[in-house]
């Protein structure tokens, strides 16, 4: 009875229409991540640029739409000079984009002009750490594979073991759903999915994999946590519904932001020095 009555907490229609998203989505993000370049780019730049207009619209719900349309072409050109040139070039860029941004958000009286602009580095930043990610030689593609492993499987474990075990709210006053079960449940599953991957794509120290695993899992979710501050603060359930049963497309990469910027740095630091794939 405890079972069905676990079972019982899951929206079967929601769950439905999530696994439908889930089906078209994550093959176009791996066939993405296996051919690289402008292909990889291109998804990148589109999921980054649709998450910031969405991003814009949670931090300033009233912003003008000249500031808008312009902040969103920085993105853009910022992430081009990413694919085309430089992801360290484009980093460059979005320095200078930040600060232009906020002049120009404070100028038209937009609200919440520093957080306008803190939609550059945020969405801006995590797209050049991937392109960078996956552009590390002999190995790009493996790297950006066990992140998504990770990332998923947080998603998927936090969701499953939220709804069937219940239990103690993580943070009710942000998000009121998430539960420690869910959290611990996330850490999990994404230590198992990451193992894999790292064991399936030749990772030469899977001690590294598992201790990068646990922590991909906990930035992941602190993403979540943060964009959820947000949608909590602007009184919305989802950053927008462009995808059937997930939100909005910032609902789907909020993890990832986070984890993606920690994988590279882990990457361009530790992770050299170590020879750990």
Not at 75 to 104: D, E, H, Q, R
Not at 144 to 149: P, S
Not at 191 to 213: D, I, K, P, Q, T
Request: charged share 10%; net charge positive.
């Amino acid at each position: 009875m405890r079972l069905l009555s676990a079972f019982q907490r899951f929206d079967t229609t929601n769950l439905r229409l999530r696994m439908i998203s889930a089906a078209i989505m994550a093959p176009v993000a791996l066939l993405a991540v296996y051919f690289g370049g402008i292909v990889f780019g291109a998804v990148i730049t589109g999921a980054v640029t649709i998450g910031f207009y969405e991003w814009l619209r949670l931090v300033a719900p009233q912003i003008q739409p000249r500031t808008a349309g312009i902040a969103c072409a920085m993105l853009v050109t910022l992430m081009a000079a990413g694919v085309l040139l430089s992801p360290y070039f484009g980093a460059a860029l979005a320095a200078i984009f930040t600060l232009v941004l906020f002049f120009l958000s404070a100028r038209e009286r937009d609200e919440g002009a520093g957080w306008v602009a803190f939609g550059i580095p945020y969405l801006g930043g995590s797209g050049l750490a991937l392109l960078a990610l996956r552009a590390t030689p002999g190995h790009g593609a493996a790297l950006i594979f066990f992140l998504l492993a990770v990332v998923w499987g947080t998603d998927v474990g936090a969701f499953l073991i939220g709804c069937l075990v219940g239990g103690p709210k993580l943070a009710p006053s942000i998000s009121p759903s998430k539960t420690w079960a869910g959290f611990f449940g996330g850490i999990a599953l994404a230590v198992v999915f990451g193992f894999a991957a790292a064991a399936l794509f030749g990772a030469r120290c899977l001690e590294a994999a598992l201790a990068l695993s646990l922590a991909l899992a906990i930035a992941a979710q602190l993403g979540d946590l943060f964009e959820s501050y947000f949608k909590r603060r602007s009184g919305v359930k989802e950053s927008g519904d462009l995808i059937p049963g997930h939100g909005g497309v910032l609902d789907r990469i909020d993890g990832l932001v986070f984890a993606g910027v920690l994988a590279y740095l882990f990457q361009a630091t530790l992770g050299e020095q170590m020879n750990w794939w």
